[in-house]
């Protein structure tokens, strides 16, 4: 059964809006999937007409009304925004709205009505403005779900990459690294690549030093302190991860299909090859929610300068489909 996708609109000022609409007169998308926008039906109506689409929009109160057929994008519409909001401009409006998208498709992915959340992107200023303070979707996703142990994924059509760590200092990144985190985003990527239907998932992680330390020659020993216990457990519990290993040739590794996932230590070590092998086709994923939700996002911002004029293009969202697609839960 192909998986209902359930994609909201994000801040409905910005091309959200617009690269949906776009992303779903694409025919592969519904050959593969069932898509359903959880958003504000009046503003996709608007855009219409700017993107030149002639889909009709199906106002919709529960997946079970949808049609899911080319040339008809259902809506579950909330109708929480005014008509005449202007593109391109900080809205506290938009801003409360992208939230109450995000909290239905939760509310719909916890009653199992959807399977997987694709995310257009909201503007943090604007959620900040109408009352959500959070640094943005992720932390949102968490706390709507309980979920204390989650992480980052990236992935191009050739390469995956789970984080230890992200948005931290380098120094500050490393220091943060122990068994149990190594531990937990092994585990997490061995769960999201099982439930997506992968056979006995081949997971590496790259070493923290040059050549993975090399045998204690380079740095004091973070590989052994840090990594090693935490793979050594994952391994006894039969999961098939493989490391520390040189991060300089284990990407080119993956690239060829050596393996299915990689666990980069820190930001740049995973962020600067996926932008390398696919920075137009790269997809920002939150895995280890509670209840095995996933969600993937675009790989960009809401582009307030351009939305409105027909210029956003889709190909990020498609991607971000693509991928809420090949994750979701097999049912």
């Known amino acids: 059964m192909k998986p209902v996708i359930g994609i909201t609109m994000g801040d409905a000022a910005g091309i959200g809006p617009e690269i949906i609409v776009k992303a779903l007169t694409h025919e592969e998308?519904?050959?593969?999937?069932?898509?359903?926008v959880i958003g504000d039906a009046k503003i996709l109506e608007r855009v219409q007409p700017i993107v030149h689409?002639?889909?009709k929009i199906n106002l919709i109160n529960d997946p079970e009304e949808a049609k899911f057929e080319l040339g008809?994008?259902?809506?579950?519409?909330?109708?929480?925004i005014p008509e005449d909001l202007p593109f391109g401009q900080v809205s506290p409006v938009a801003g409360d709205a992208a939230f109450q998208f995000i909290a239905k498709a939760v509310e719909l992915a916890k009653d199992k009505k959807i399977d997987s959340i694709c995310t257009a992107p909201l503007n943090k200023e604007a959620l900040h403005k109408g009352g959500h303070m959070y640094p943005g979707h992720t932390e949102i996703l968490a706390d709507l779900t309980g979920t204390e142990d989650f992480s980052m994924m990236l992935t191009t059509p050739n390469l995956k990459v789970i984080h230890l760590t992200t948005h931290i200092g380098l120094i500050d990144a490393i220091n943060s690294i122990n068994p149990e985190r190594t531990y937990k985003v092994v585990k997490l990527a061995h769960e999201t690549l099982s439930r997506a239907g992968f056979d006995d998932p081949k997971i590496a992680v790259c070493g923290i030093n040059p050549h993975a330390g090399e045998n204690g020659l380079f740095g004091y020993g973070e590989e052994e302190e840090k990594l090693q216990p935490g793979i050594e457990r994952a391994q006894a519990e039969g999961i098939n991860v493989t490391g520390p290993l040189p991060a300089d040739t284990l990407f080119f590794r993956a690239g060829r299909g050596d393996f299915d996932i990689v666990v980069a230590c820190y930001h740049d070590q995973g962020h600067a090859p996926i932008k390398v092998m696919g920075i137009e086709s790269g997809v920002n994923i939150t895995v280890g929610l509670k209840g095995g939700i996933i969600r993937t996002s675009v790989d960009h911002g809401t582009a307030f300068d351009i939305a409105g004029k027909n210029i956003a293009d889709e190909q990020s969202m498609i991607a971000?489909?693509?991928?809420?697609?090949?994750l979701a839960p097999k049912r």
């Open 53 to 55: 689409s002639n889909a």
């Open 29 to 36: 998308i519904y050959q593969n999937c069932r898509p359903l």
């Open 320 to 326: 971000a489909i693509n991928s809420a697609i090949e």
């Open 72 to 80: 008809t994008i259902d809506v579950i519409d909330l109708n929480i």
